[in-house]
């Protein structure tokens, strides 16, 4: 007997930023199987894009009443959810972060009844950062605990959740993943010529440049890189440590060697111009900057931080090294890019395990499972590894 479509609503941060990503895709993913989905959110998530059969968004107005001294986004957030879940008559509220929208979510349920079930996913910074503010701690354990289920992106932060927490409760493992629609190797030849010459590597790092991403590490090592090899570096993004970063390369004379590109939509395309990509950063939940290079071909030299171990294979998918050992993971670098059947062997290595472990389809059903597991019907069969 065929399931009957969920109604499901999605709230994740709309702008720039991995969770986000993932809850839209996710959105996107469940809506082609025929699930009813409604974001809510403060603007259209960034990945949303154009018309989708099944997707609507609800958009979150705050009151601005000149009594507030902060416009109190999460109180019209949780009405929000509940007028749309009463409204829609949604099946499961899906949230992306546990503060504040696990937080927001629970208010929901408290005006709409338990027959809303709420789905709170962990990312990485509402425990490891946000976590460890003693004013918050009671309200993230609440949210959590309070959850009809609860899904993290890696099995480190599941372990981090228990120990800031001190949570006993179940918490599924959901990675994070890519759409191989999206994200698999393209022709950037032309592109990659606009950047550096023929015989050059190229090494790549996007982020937001935080200081957590350590991007002083990435320069370090590529200036190991560069003595060893003729090279460029690719940066990708912007953040607060930008300037600085700007400033190191010029101290160093790299600027002929380094080329800024600012923010990116088409990440695709501009991943497959790398050969590698740097990852060295001091905390990361999951890292899928790495899945989706790893989807495009491009091994991955990095820290042991977070997630990371879980997602890169060292030795098979990339090279992974302690936090801030510059040196090691530049010796890696150099190994790989200097190995031109390792770095073939690596590529296809990346490919298989992208589209095996980390694919979209077997994600959205792991969600999906979930989903009829809280609402007390009989789930669909898993979906199986992808290929």
Do not use: W
Request: proline content about 5%; glycine content about 6%; hydrophobic content about 40%.
């Amino acid at each position: 007997m065929k399931q009957k479509p969920l109604k499901i609503g999605i709230t994740c941060y709309p702008s720039l930023g991995g969770s986000g990503v993932v809850a839209t895709e996710l959105g996107k993913l469940l809506a082609e199987q025929g699930h009813q989905v409604h974001f809510i959110a403060h603007s259209i998530p960034f990945r949303l894009g154009a018309f989708h059969k099944n997707i609507f968004y609800h958009e979150v107005e705050v009151n601005d009443y000149y009594v507030f001294r902060y416009p109190p986004y999460d109180l019209s957030l949780a009405t929000k959810m509940a007028q749309v879940a009463n409204m829609q008559q949604l099946d499961v509220m899906h949230v992306h972060y546990a503060v504040p929208h696990a937080v927001c979510a629970f208010l929901a349920k408290q005006m709409v009844g338990d027959q809303l079930k709420v789905v709170t996913t962990l990312h990485g910074t509402d425990i490891t950062v946000l976590a460890q503010d003693e004013s918050l701690k009671d309200l993230i354990r609440l949210a959590i605990n309070e959850s009809d289920a609860v899904t993290a992106v890696s099995q480190d932060l599941i372990r981090e959740t228990r120990e800031v927490l001190d949570i006993n409760r179940d918490i599924d493992l959901t990675y994070n993943f890519v759409d191989p629609r999206i994200y698999y190797p393209r022709d950037s030849a032309s592109l990659r010529r606009d950047y550096a010459e023929p015989g050059e590597k190229v090494l790549m790092h996007i982020s937001n440049f935080r200081p957590v991403k350590r991007v002083q590490d990435v320069v370090d090592i590529f200036e190991r890189v560069n003595k060893a090899l003729p090279a460029k570096l690719l940066l990708v993004g912007e953040g607060p440590d930008l300037p600085k970063i700007q400033c190191r390369i010029k101290e160093l004379g790299l600027e002929d060697r380094v080329h800024f590109l600012g923010k990116q939509d088409e990440i695709a395309h501009v991943i497959s111009m790398a050969d590698v990509l740097l990852l060295p950063s001091e905390k990361e939940s999951f890292g899928l900057v790495s899945l989706e290079a790893m989807a495009c071909g491009v091994p991955t030299v990095g820290s042991m931080a977070g997630g990371i171990p879980e997602l890169v294979t060292h030795g098979e998918t990339g090279f992974l090294a302690s936090i801030g050992d510059s040196a090691k993971m530049a010796e890696h670098a150099i190994h790989l890019l200097s190995n031109e059947k390792l770095a073939s062997d690596m590529k296809e290595a990346c490919l298989k395990r992208a589209t095996s472990e980390f694919c979209n389809e077997r994600i959205r059903s792991e969600y999906e499972q979930i989903y009829y597991r809280v609402l007390g019907r009989k789930a669909k069969e898993p979906h199986p590894a992808c290929r």
